[in-house]
């Protein structure tokens, strides 16, 4: 009976080491990764936007290879969409982000191909916008992107299904249709060329996307 109380009082203080050990290396792990990234001076601006000229390639059709810049200025929000949208593009950016008009916290569909008709840069800017739950389903889908395209003077580079169905305080309707019937409206576009390349807005999982940003620490 002794021999047996010994035995689990020492696999008890294995587990117990073991419970100690793990987070201490995983913390020393993290530290060796992470610390000297933390101890450099912040960078400036001119260095972040260095990471307009790394890409991605996006591969979503057979033959179909899209480089998309990893850094973006995103346009939800903006309170003075022409002036936050030419400071983007004189600052360097390389790519914008909209959404259809009537897409709550953006409204400035219109505003992006009024400024890319005219900026010099206009010809190296990667545009991408989204389709509206709302608008999901072939009829009404195919209706949306002929709309972006005329907002944004034929120039769509990434569409996306900006959410699968609608919810609370995103539609002010039902849509008609599913987004499996506005995915493939989405495949005829992009055959078509008229969209260079579609996907989901939410493309990375959580793996992929810790190794994306582990990615950028070596940029």
Known sequence: MQHVRKGRSERARAARMYLLVVPVMVVLVLSVAFVPHLLQPPPNTRDLLSLSDHVVTLRTLPGTVVRMPVLGFGTAALSDPQASLRCALDAGFKLLDTAAEHAVWYRNEKAVGELLSTHPSAGAV????????????????????????????????LLLIHAPRCHPGFCEKEPHGTWEESWLVMEQYARKGLVRTHTWLRVLSPLSLCAFLLSLLSC
């Not at 991408?128 to 769509?156: R, Y």
């Open 126 to 157: 990667f545009v991408t916008t989204k389709l509206h739950p709302e608008d999901h389903g072939s009829e009404a889908a195919a209706a949306a992107i002929d709309q972006s395209l005329s907002n944004l003077g034929g120039h769509i580079d």
